[in-house]
């Protein structure tokens, strides 16, 4: 049966993990010709190309640093090298807050308690924000995001051919409750998505963003230990009443990487399980 990425090569920075993982092993599912799992972790990404090798697809792994315009150029010149050419970038890499290891629970755990002591006084985390703090975040989640797109595209525009590239963004690019580093690096990576599909439409590279809800990552993992009187709000504002697992937004990046979504560039699609109609 006919996948619906046959023969198409797809890059993933963040593919160690949580949605970069799910998209690698549903893209190789849907008959990926060779995918590319770019990371600054390299056991996880290394399990992921296994995950892939087992849906019966070919992988690479790549080490990334994000916010390196010289990893992320390697990143291209590997994935040429070794499956010809890219059709599909999909930018997975990022952090909620500046020091965020994936899969360093306990981290992340002490990281929410601190949020939860500000609940009540908001202005004190703002008033506190460092330069630090602001700029570690927005150098992984939004010019991470630039040099993928830069470097993607500009082998694409040299080899004149078509390409799909999909960013991460998130519903925190349009709210205005939660860690102002974060909220700002989307709102930026959803900008970002608009200008690049423009200047690139002529030359047949589409862009568009994904814009998740609240997914079962190592990114949220904490967030469902919240005492009760903070979860219970939290969940409230989900009308389907869960949180998304990883595979629901692999779908979407399948749907945006796929010739399906041909007449799309420039769109921002929210598998949030109702957060905005809530
Ligand atoms: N999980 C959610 O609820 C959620 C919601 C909306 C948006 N997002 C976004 O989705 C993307 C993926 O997040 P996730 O939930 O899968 O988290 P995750 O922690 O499971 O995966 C993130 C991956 O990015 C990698 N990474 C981090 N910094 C990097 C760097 N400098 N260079 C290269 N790789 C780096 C990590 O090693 C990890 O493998 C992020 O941009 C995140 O902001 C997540």
């Known amino acids: 049966m006919a996948g619906r990425l046959d023969g198409k090569v797809a890059v993933i920075t963040g593919g160690g993990n949580g949605l970069g993982r799910a998209s690698a092993v549903r893209f190789a599912e849907e008959g990926a010709a060779g995918i590319v799992v770019a990371d600054v972790l390299e056991g996880p990404a290394l399990e992921t190309v296994a995950l892939v090798e087992a849906a019966g697809g070919a992988a690479v792994f790549v080490p990334l640093d994000a916010t390196s315009r010289v990893d992320n150029e390697a990143m291209v010149t590997t994935a040429v090298e070794r499956f010809g050419h890219i059709d599909v970038l999909l930018t997975a890499a990022g952090v909620s807050h500046g020091g965020y290891r994936s899969g360093d629970l306990d981290a992340s755990r002490k990281r929410m308690l601190d949020r939860v002591d500000n609940v009540t006084t908001p202005w004190v985390p703002f008033l506190e924000l460092s330069v630090d703090e602001f700029q570690a975040v927005l150098d992984v989640n939004l010019t991470g995001t630039l040099l993928a797109v830069q470097a993607v595209a500009a082998h694409l525009v040299e080899a004149e051919r078509p390409g799909s590239i999909i960013t991460v963004a998130s519903i925190m690019a349009r709210s205005d409750t939660g860690p102002v580093p ?15 599909a423009r200047v690139l439409a002529p030359r047949r590279i589409r862009v568009n963003a994904i814009g998740p809800g609240y997914v079962s990552t190592n990114m949220t993992a904490a967030l469902t230990e919240m005492p009760p009187e903070l979860l219970g ?46």
């Not at 974060?182 to 608009?194: C, F, Q, R």
């Open 182 to 196: 974060y909220n700002v690096s989307k709102a930026g990576v959803w900008m970002l998505t608009k200008i690049a």
């Open 233 to 278: 709000p939290f969940m409230a504002a989900i009308p389907m009443g869960r949180l998304g697992e990883p595979v629901e937004i692999a779908n979407t990046a399948l749907f945006l990487a796929s010739d399906e979504s041909s007449y799309f560039t420039g769109e921002l699609l929210h598998p949030d399980g109702g957060f905005f109609t809530g």
